[in-house]
């Protein structure tokens, strides 16, 4: 398997960055959406834990992965024979504006979650090995206020990226193009 990307797939790396994302996201959104039933004590305060982690480690791998975007330059879109019409207008514009609003809503919503534990007045665990105390006094109303929109953002999140994973399979099962193909390890482009 190649590590970097070739004019027609994504290398190892940047399949890695996209993939290590996917899950992440996905536990930190299940664990908010959970965390609030769990019982009070061990159970949520180690939910709570691994859902700030997967956070941190999203801004992390997302500022990681733009940097590897400029560094290693993504294959060309795949051409298909809807391509005139396809790309050469609005869909072509709205593939940038998703990817954008990913990238974004990638570091925005665990920056907004951040908020929320500062907010409470609770410093910020950074993977167990120190922690950054809270700059804010307590304020229940602002956390509950912050807390509301890193919630709908988190959902925006997850709506979006199930835009893009439906997208990728409208490629594949419609276009028939090698577009989700070349971003799923072991597949051959």
């Known amino acids: ?3 970097l990307n070739s004019p027609t797939r994504y290398g190892a790396i940047s399949q890695s960055l996209h993939w290590s994302v996917v899950l992440l996201v996905v536990l ?3 664990l908010g959406l959970v965390g609030d039933e769990l019982p ?3 159970a949520e305060a180690t939910a709570l834990f691994i859902h700030i ?3 941190l480690l999203v801004v992390f791998l997302t500022v990681l992965r733009l940097f590897w975007r400029v560094a290693d330059k993504s294959p060309q879109a795949e051409q298909t024979e809807y391509g005139e019409w396809a790309f050469a207008g609005w869909m072509g514009l709205g593939a940038k504006l998703a990817h954008l ?3 974004l809503l990638l570091i925005a919503v665990p920056l907004l979650g951040i ?3 500062f907010a409470r007045g609770k410093g910020l665990p950074v993977f167990g090995l120190f922690e ?7 304020d229940r109303a602002f956390a509950r206020n ?3 929109i890193h919630e709908l953002a988190a959902h925006g999140l997850v709506a979006l990226a199930g835009l893009h994973a439906a997208a990728a399979l409208v490629h594949h099962w419609v276009f028939g193009d090698r577009t989700l193909r070349r971003m799923l390890p072991g597949s051959r482009a």
């Open 115 to 117: 908020a929320v534990q």
């Open 40 to 42: 009070k004590g061990a």
């Open 1 to 3: 398997m190649q590590l």
């Open 146 to 148: 912050l807390k509301g």
């Open 132 to 138: 950054i105390a809270s700059p804010w006094t307590a």
């Open 53 to 55: 982690s997967a956070g």
């Open 28 to 30: 930190a959104w299940v």
């Open 101 to 103: 609003g990913l990238y």
